[in-house]
């Protein structure tokens, strides 16, 4: 059964909907992209969506799957990412990878479409490569562009929480946190260096959902969407807020399992 919750921070409250597995989760989750693609066609003639690493592939299977296969016009659809490991293309930490040998090559997406990162050279050079490709696609309107900033408006950004509150590659208490001029910026890390979405590029989309699933999670789950925590960057999927859009979470009850009720407005 699925629960809806919200929270009453003073800044815009996000969504949290919480399921009993992640085959709901799952459900849920497909017909939410599902609808948000087939609005933004409508709308505007074309999809952009933006992918992450973590669990988020195997949870955006049902995709793959009739009705979904079949129904939504993936020729409209162009696909991001918010973090890349700069590593090879055909490396199993490789988020592309991840998501052609999972998602991509079972739809109908068109090849020109997918602007992945590259992973020939430095995470720098990858990181500046990367948002020139994205510059270029706003000047065409392929994405739009936020009415608050001139950062590009994603119609949807899928996150997912990792178990130290990390999402994309957006560090705890790494100065990429404060990064407000670049679109994408490069980080060092261990085993490998990433490329990411900046934090006022991900609070400039339409819409962005992050994922969290499993135990190890519940904390920076409780932390990035209660009061306990200060806004310091030590939880930061707590900084995720977009400024004219929506946020909301796909949570199952493992990673729920420190959510406060009595903070928590069910319906």
Not at 5 to 30: H, I
Not at 74 to 86: D, G, Q
Not at 102 to 128: M, Y
Request: hydrophobic share 40%; aromatic share 8%; charged share 20%.
């Amino acid at each position: 059964m699925e629960k809806k919750e919200g929270d009453q921070r003073e800044k815009r409250a996000p969504q949290v909907r919480v399921f009993d597995n992640e085959e709901e989760l799952s459900t849920a989750l497909a017909d939410y992209v599902a609808q948000l693609s087939e609005k933004a066609v409508r709308e505007r003639g074309s999809f952009s969506i933006v992918l992450s690493g973590g669990n988020l592939i195997y949870l955006l299977r049902k995709l793959t799957r009739a009705p979904y296969v079949k129904t939504l016009d993936w020729s409209k659809w162009h696909v991001f990412w918010a973090e890349e490991n700069v590593v090879g293309r055909g490396h199993p930490d490789s988020n592309y990878k991840q998501a052609k040998d999972g998602f991509l090559s079972k739809v109908h997406i068109h090849p020109g479409h997918v602007i992945s990162v590259n992973h020939g050279g430095s995470a720098e050079s990858a990181a500046g490569e990367y948002e020139f490709a994205i510059r270029q696609l706003v000047r065409t309107q392929t994405v739009g562009v936020s009415r608050s900033s001139d950062c590009p408006r994603f119609d949807l950004i899928l996150l997912v929480i990792g178990g130290d509150g990390r999402v994309a590659s957006l560090l705890p208490g790494h100065p990429v946190l404060t990064e407000h001029t670049e679109w994408v910026a490069h980080v060092s890390g261990v085993p490998w260096d990433s490329v990411t979405l900046t934090i006022p590029v991900i609070n400039s989309a339409a819409n962005v959902a992050i994922m969290a699933t499993g135990s190890h999670v519940a904390r920076p789950l409780a932390a990035a969407i209660t009061d306990y925590c200060l806004q310091d960057g030590s939880h930061p999927a707590q900084l995720i807020a977009p400024a004219n859009g929506e946020l909301i979470w796909f949570v199952d009850t493992a990673a729920a399992s420190l959510i406060c009720q009595d903070e928590a407005a069910t319906s």
